[in-house]
């Protein structure tokens, strides 16, 4: 279901030829894994930090990072997966550092099952999207998303928006398969229910 | 089946990874549970709608921008290292 890059699916083996390059210093190789990831990485920086400027930071420091710690790598992993896992920490730490009063961590949630049990059960119109301009949209859908707890926003951006598998998942936020669906079935509902207000059907709807 | 034994597994059934006999009792109480049905899809509407959301751009002088400065710094980092 994903509009994920062509360029994730690469073949591996010239992948680990570029990573084992990059790891003895060949910056090069290393530049090449950068125009592979780079547009996926500002994506989900984006998606994560909903902010611009925090996202550019993000690209810069999550590459920077892994050049750093590439003798970290496994090779067990995809290196991608491995990348987005370090991109994911960058995005955290810059959302503590622009709202330290609120503490920032993939295990704030764990509230009980009910909040995610729908409330308000209304059908939607029938292109809701239509109801709001392109600017509008925009601004709802980024204030429901901010609004979800960090640990079920960032299963979802993985898992819905940017194709991640269930496992690559789990792998870059250091959480368990079941521990990943939970979230995300929690995520999928709580933003259905506050995305009803906006969507739902009105009188003289078609 | 009831109506949060189906939201249990609502996610899965999104995503096609259940059996063929979870899927024939899901689709069984989807035929007379309007309001499990309303949640269903407005549930994949919610997926589909932020999935194809728009973003902020990624131009080409951003993107060499970007790159040239992480190359610069790994440089940096290298030279460092086997100083």
Wanted: some cysteine; aromatic content about 8%; charged content about 35%.
């Amino acid at each position: 279901m994903g509009a994920i890059e062509s360029k994730v699916g690469e073949p591996v083996s010239d992948e680990s030829v570029l990573v084992d390059a990059a790891r003895n210093g060949d910056v090069g190789a290393f530049e090449q894994l950068v125009r592979r990831y780079d547009r996926n990485i500002f994506r989900i920086a984006q998606r994560i930090t909903q902010n611009r400027e925090d996202a550019e930071d993000v690209v810069q420091d999550a590459f920077l990072k892994a050049f750093q710690n590439l003798g970290q790598f496994q090779g067990q992993s995809k290196f991608y997966t491995w990348l987005v896992r370090i991109a994911v920490n960058e995005a955290l730490m810059r959302l503590r550092r622009r709202r330290p009063e609120r503490m920032v961590s993939l295990d704030e949630e764990v509230r009980t099952e009910e909040d995610s049990m729908p409330r308000e059960v209304a059908d939607w119109s029938p292109n809701p999207e239509q109801l709001y301009s392109q600017a509008e949209l925009k601004d709802i859908l980024s204030k429901t998303i901010q609004g979800l707890p960090l640990g079920f926003r960032t299963v979802f951006v993985l898992r819905d928006m940017e194709a991640l598998s269930t496992e690559e998942t789990a792998e870059a936020l250091n959480l368990s398969i079941p521990a990943v669906k939970s979230r995300l079935l929690r995520a999928r509902l709580q933003l259905r229910e506050r995305l009803n207000k906006f969507f739902k059907r009105r009188n003289g709807d078609s | 089946m009831t109506c949060s034994e189906f939201l249990k597994e609502l996610s899965e059934y999104l995503d096609d990874t259940i059996d063929q006999r979870t899927r024939v009792e899901l689709e069984d109480h989807l035929h007379w549970c309007h309001n499990c049905y309303v949640v269903c899809n407005t549930t994949k509407r919610t997926i589909e709608i932020y999935r194809d959301s728009q973003l902020f751009e990624f131009p080409e002088d951003l993107r060499n921008r970007l790159r040239t400065a992480i190359i610069g710094k790994c440089k940096q980092h290298k030279s460092k290292t086997e100083a």
